[in-house]
């Protein structure tokens, strides 16, 4: 099993920045895929960014340019910088681990962390 554990999220003016921090227990695989996902108030939850192991990151338009995904195999971590934040970035972050092994597929969550961003 995998577990996620969040953390970095708060307040934060507009134009300011985050940087989240997601820590994984268990095994992590070469082929999975790490990433962050938010949920704003009222919202579906939606992709954020998302990096496979040694491959392109994947971001979202609105985010495109302001956020930077991370990820470190050997520390089992995923982080992402989030700079020129706005108000429409508020939202409960949550980190994700895709896996696909053979014809089986799982998606891992974390707990979530707020982000809230003030104008």
């Known amino acids: 099993q995998v577990q996620l554990v969040e953390s970095g999220g708060g307040l934060v003016q507009a134009g300011g920045s985050l940087t989240l921090s997601c820590a994984a227990s268990g095994t992590i695989y070469s082929n999975d895929v790490m990433g962050w996902y938010r949920q704003p108030p009222g919202s579906q939850r939606e992709l954020v960014a998302s990096?496979?192991?040694?491959?392109?990151?994947n971001y979202a338009d609105p985010v495109k340019g302001r956020f930077t995904i991370f990820r470190n195999n050997a520390e089992k971590t995923v982080t992402l910088q989030m700079s020129s934040l706005k108000p429409e970035d508020t939202a409960v972050y949550y980190c994700n681990i895709k896996r696909t092994r053979g014809i089986f597929r799982d998606n891992y969550w974390g707990q979530g962390t707020q982000v809230t961003v003030s104008s």
């Open positions: 990096i496979p192991s040694g491959g392109l990151a």
